[in-house]
């Protein structure tokens, strides 16, 4: 730890206060969280720089687990600073910070690291930090979900090694400013040492490989486009790989894609991954082009389920269909899940990414979705709704899908199954396949190689529309609750009345519902507590069709 003067201390101690203030409230609201939830959700002065490229120089001890090396950290400072926010896990060693060549003195608190930059960032304009450290990375104790570094060993008990932090953050491995807001708009670069005969895997392209002095191998790659940090990963094993090229019918170009697989896993890879293909080509004619093109697309097998690292998609369903052979999440289909559910996020996730933990669902809900979109491609017409309809045993609607801002935490587990299930709903509220078909690939263009939020996507949705759709996405998204429409029939002098209700906490809901009279289906606008009165002959079948949108029906 390096000593600060008495000013210099006073100035890191009122912005380490700033978030505490800041979000008050939320914390009286939320006693759960602390001050070093907020400095990690939170953007303070001491932030507010624009960080533009990352390098990364590491050496993987595998017996000891331990990683050692420096990162480069390339930013735009916003204004003169006195005081420089980085993250990284206290339980790495800081051997030495310096910006352009100028040693830092600094400041540990937990996992962050205050950098003393007063006469050293003195306007707006591109600076370099290099952090030499090392240390032990968390070891995650069920990827991805709980996350960190994952050592494991193959059948032959050889290293099999991962990375999956997105919960955790991208400081539980390297030095940088952990906030999704920031991503590097021209990429990283990661460069790897592993002792031979192990290949090191990462995002985007190899660059090289070559044989160091102490005998290690150094693996080079190198990632052109904006990636969100918890996307940046490793993995090591005794990996062989399946190259091929595939042509797009959507834009002509080439993608040059990879499968990294155990050795002896190729041939049976090599079968179970020929989906890639109809898939890619599904995607690409519903969604738009794959996003990456530059950087490729890999398939990653890894010790654990998977994840969506951009361009390198860790794969770990064991080559089963559904999810690890439970084909309930699949509809009942033999397709991989891992590998459908993960590439969508290139879409939803990779390419429009929250700016904030707490809108994760922006990811989750329009993945999940697009799970819907390939069935449609593979399985007919239809196929895609009967899908949807599937999830509703899942969802629990204990807790809202949306999280609380600043304090780096997402929503309920439901953000799945319901948020898809809020996409699917918007469908048919919008009522126009041709408009819907458009904003699948216009929201990608709208969004991508960026950051958003719940406002931005509402806001499209308004505007695309022509609509105020407001309120609809604040009952699925901000509320526990699903809408319930209810139901009553009486029937008098040969006359059958029907009552509908709308019903929601929300008071000004309105929805599209679609009811079925003697095989006929037809549609209303109901307006929240305000009853539908509808008159038919007594021998005349009613119902509501459930299956265009999530509520309940009850009578």
């Keep these: 730890m390096h000593q600060f003067p008495i000013r210099t201390l006073i100035h890191l101690l009122w912005f380490q206060i700033l978030p505490l203030l800041a979000f008050s409230q939320l914390m009286k609201e939320k006693k759960d969280y602390t001050r070093y939830d907020s400095l990690l959700g939170t953007i303070t002065h001491m932030r507010d720089y624009d960080v533009t490229h990352y390098k990364l120089n590491l050496d993987i001890d595998l017996d000891k687990k331990k990683i050692s090396g420096t990162a480069h950290m390339e930013f735009i400072s916003q204004d003169k600073m006195d005081s420089l926010q980085l993250d990284l896990f206290e339980n790495y060693q800081i051997q030495e910070i310096s910006i352009g060549g100028l040693i830092c003195k600094y400041h540990r608190d937990k996992n962050h690291v205050f950098i003393y930059t007063k006469n050293i960032i003195k306007e707006s304009k591109d600076y370099t930090i290099k952090v030499k450290y090392q240390g032990t990375p968390p070891e995650a104790k069920n990827a991805p979900w709980d996350g960190g570094f994952v050592w494991k060993k193959d059948s032959l008990n050889r290293h099999w090694v991962g990375v999956a932090c997105e919960g955790l953050g991208a400081s539980s491995w390297w030095p940088c400013k952990d906030h999704w807001s920031d991503e590097p708009d021209r990429g990283v670069e990661i460069t790897l040492a592993v002792p031979e005969p192990y290949k090191a895997v990462s995002n985007g392209k190899l660059m090289f490989q070559q044989k160091l002095p102490n005998g290690k191998l150094e693996w080079k ?51 179970h991954f020929q989906q890639v293909i109809p898939m890619m080509d599904c995607y690409e004619s519903k969604l738009g082009p794959y996003p990456f093109y530059e950087d490729g697309y890999q398939l990653v097998e890894t010790p654990y389920l998977g994840m969506e690292h951009q361009s390198c998609v860790a794969y770990g369903n064991k080559y089963f269909g559904g999810y690890l052979g439970n084909k309930n999440y699949t509809g009942g289909h033999d397709f991989d899940y891992i590998i459908i559910h993960e590439t969508g996020h290139e879409w939803f996730g990779n390419n429009i990414t929250a700016a904030d933990n707490a809108d994760m669902w922006i990811h989750e809900a329009l993945t999940t979705y697009s799970e819907s979109i390939y069935a449609e491609c593979v399985y007919g017409k239809g196929s895609g709704d009967v899908y949807m309809n599937n999830m509703k045993r899942r969802v629990k609607n204990k807790k809202p899908i949306q999280g609380d801002y600043g304090v780096a935490k997402e929503g309920d587990g439901d953000m799945y199954a319901k948020g898809a ?21 216009d929201i990608g263009k709208t969004f991508g190689k960026g950051t958003t939020s719940y406002r931005d996507i509402v806001n499209y949705f308004n ?59 037809s549609q209303v606008l109901l307006e929240n507590s305000k009853p539908f009165i509808l008159k038919m002959p007594a021998n005349s079948q009613f119902e509501v069709n459930k299956d265009k949108g999530y509520f309940e029906v009850k009578e």
């Design 221 to 271: 790659w190198k990632v052109t486009q904006a990636i969100n940090l918890y996307n940046v990963t490793l993995n090591i094993a005794h990996y062989k790989s399946i190259n091929q090229v595939y042509n797009s019918k959507e834009n002509g170009k080439n993608l040059n894609m990879a499968f990294w697989v155990l050795d002896y896993n190729l041939e049976k890879a090599k079968k």
């Design 421 to 441: 299930l809020f996409f699917h709903t918007l469908k048919y509220q919008i009522n126009n396949d041709k408009l819907w078909d458009f904003i699948l690939k």
């Design 463 to 521: 505007k695309t529309t022509n609509r105020k759709l407001d309120k609809l996405f604040s009952a699925y998204l901000q509320c526990a609750e699903i809408p319930i429409v209810l139901q009553s029939q009486s029937i008098e002098s040969g006359i059958k009345t029907v009552k509908l209700n709308l019903n929601h906490p929300l008071s000004e809901l309105s929805m599209r519902v679609y009811y079925i009279v003697d095989g006929k289906e």
